[in-house]
């Protein structure tokens, strides 16, 4: 009995599997190389019109009528504003009726002066008071035509500060304007970096909502640091972009020299949740290895960790490629 228990239970053993061999795949290769890259300064600032304003009332006088409201695009010499100067149109009159009455006393005495019934004195104090009545009528009627507020140059209206019925004058703004053709982005750089730029440095640059890199360049350069900051002001020059805006947050890159990195081509990485993976090549043989990865630019990624210069790894690995399989030339 013992006999047969015994040769059944031999019989019920069951064989391993023996794993069937990886056939080989043809693979595009790479060879990781490390190399320098410059390293960069990130400096953030704001991004300004190159050119602004407050409007303001050459005269004072009652705004009469409020031409441009926030958000209009004006042309340099457009009308924004009118004031109510009726004291002013009065006093023309009046400089208007005194200029002809010294143009009339100056006919006289000239026709007086023949006959010699006046002294020559008396025709210059004439000549002269129809001068000053001239001069008198040349700036009451400068001071009529200032009580049109005007655009100083092509631009747009970003604020309004005072109503129909306020009191303009010349110490108080009306509207606040920008020329939003011609940003720049305004930085504050530290001492140790200030003594590098120079006026017509190019710099890369981002804006926050402008959906691309930009270059700026240095057209102000602050020849002395701010005594609370200990930073200089630096003006960068950005081109014309629609998607740019004054306001907008942006960083410049500033160089700071150069550091070792090594970069693979992105599409060697394999991401598998929150890992990410390539392929290395040794002796013919896949082999899967994490690496840490930084920033992605141009097609590239950083290696942080991982690999090391001289490794080959695969390039563009196809999802059926395993770990440990054998791999040919393409």
Same mark, same amino acid.
Request: hydrophobic share 45%; proline share 5%.
């Given at each position: 009995?013992? @006999?047969?228990? =015994?040769?059944?239970?031999?019989?019920?053993?069951?064989?391993? @599997?023996?794993?069937?061999?990886?056939?080989?795949?043809?693979?595009?290769?790479?060879?990781?190389?490390?190399?320098?890259?410059?390293? %960069?300064?990130?400096?953030?600032? /704001?991004?300004?019109?190159?050119?602004?304003?407050?409007?303001?009332?050459?005269? /004072?006088?009652?705004?009469?009528?409020?031409?441009?409201?926030?958000?209009?695009?004006?042309?340099?010499?457009? @009308?924004? $504003?009118?004031?109510?100067?009726?004291?002013?149109? $009065?006093?023309?009159?009046?400089? !208007? @009726? &005194?200029?002809?009455?010294?143009?009339?006393?100056?006919?006289? =005495?000239?026709?007086?002066?023949?006959?010699?019934?006046? $002294?020559?004195?008396?025709?210059?104090? &004439?000549?002269?008071?129809?001068?000053?009545?001239?001069?008198?009528?040349?700036?009451?009627?400068?001071?009529?035509?200032?009580?049109?507020?005007?655009?100083?140059?092509?631009?747009?209206? +970003?604020?309004?500060?005072?109503?129909?019925?306020?009191? $303009?004058?010349?110490?108080?703004?009306? =509207?606040?304007?920008?020329?939003?053709?011609?940003?720049?982005?305004?930085?504050?750089?530290? !001492?140790?970096?200030?003594?590098?730029?120079?006026?017509?440095?190019? %710099?890369?640059?981002?804006?926050?909502?402008?959906?691309?890199?930009?270059?700026?360049?240095?057209?102000?350069?602050?020849?002395?640091?701010?005594?609370?900051?200990?930073?200089?002001?630096?003006?960068?020059?950005?081109?014309?972009?629609?998607?740019?805006?004054?306001?907008? =947050?942006?960083?410049?890159?500033?160089?700071?020299?150069?550091?070792?990195?090594?970069?693979?081509?992105?599409?060697?990485?394999?991401?598998?949740?929150?890992?990410?993976?390539? %392929?290395?090549?040794?002796?013919? +043989? &896949?082999?899967?290895?994490?690496?840490?990865?930084?920033?992605?630019?141009?097609?590239?990624?950083?290696?942080?960790?991982?690999?090391?210069?001289?490794? +080959?790894?695969?390039?563009?690995?196809?999802?059926?490629?395993?770990?440990?399989?054998?791999?040919?030339?393409?």
């Amino acid at each position: 009995m013992l @006999a047969g228990l =015994f040769l059944v239970g031999c019989g019920s053993e069951e064989t391993p @599997a023996v794993p069937e061999a990886l056939a080989p795949v043809a693979v595009s290769r790479h060879l990781v190389e490390s190399r320098r890259l410059p390293v %960069f300064e990130e400096v953030v600032g /704001t991004v300004r019109p190159r050119k602004e304003a407050q409007v303001t009332a050459k005269v /004072t006088g009652r705004l009469l009528e409020m031409k441009a409201i926030p958000g209009m695009k004006v042309k340099a010499g457009e @009308a924004l $504003a009118k004031l109510d100067v009726g004291e002013l149109d $009065a006093a023309l009159v009046r400089a !208007e @009726a &005194a200029l002809e009455q010294a143009g009339r006393d100056v006919a006289r =005495f000239r026709s007086l002066r023949e006959s010699g019934a006046v $002294a020559v004195a008396d025709l210059e104090q &004439a000549e002269a008071r129809e001068r000053m009545a001239a001069a008198t009528v040349a700036e009451t009627k400068t001071m009529v035509e200032n009580a049109s507020v005007t655009a100083p140059f092509d631009g747009t209206v +970003t604020r309004k500060y005072l109503e129909p019925g306020d009191l $303009a004058s010349p110490e108080r703004a009306i =509207f606040a304007m920008e020329d939003s053709s011609l940003l720049r982005l305004e930085i504050h750089v530290a !001492e140790a970096m200030a003594g590098s730029l120079a006026i017509g440095s190019k %710099f890369r640059v981002e804006v926050g909502g402008a959906g691309a890199e930009i270059e700026g360049v240095v057209s102000e350069l602050s020849p002395s640091a701010d005594v609370g900051s200990r930073t200089f002001l630096v003006k960068l020059d950005l081109p014309a972009l629609e998607t740019l805006r004054a306001g907008q =947050f942006g960083r410049a890159f500033l160089p700071r020299g150069e550091r070792p990195a090594i970069l693979v081509p992105s599409d060697a990485l394999i991401s598998r949740g929150q890992m990410d993976y390539v %392929f290395v090549v040794a002796e013919n +043989t &896949a082999r899967l290895r994490i690496v840490s990865t930084g920033t992605k630019r141009e097609g590239l990624t950083e290696i942080l960790a991982g690999l090391d210069g001289g490794e +080959t790894i695969v390039l563009s690995p196809a999802a059926t490629l395993r770990d440990g399989q054998p791999v040919t030339a393409p």
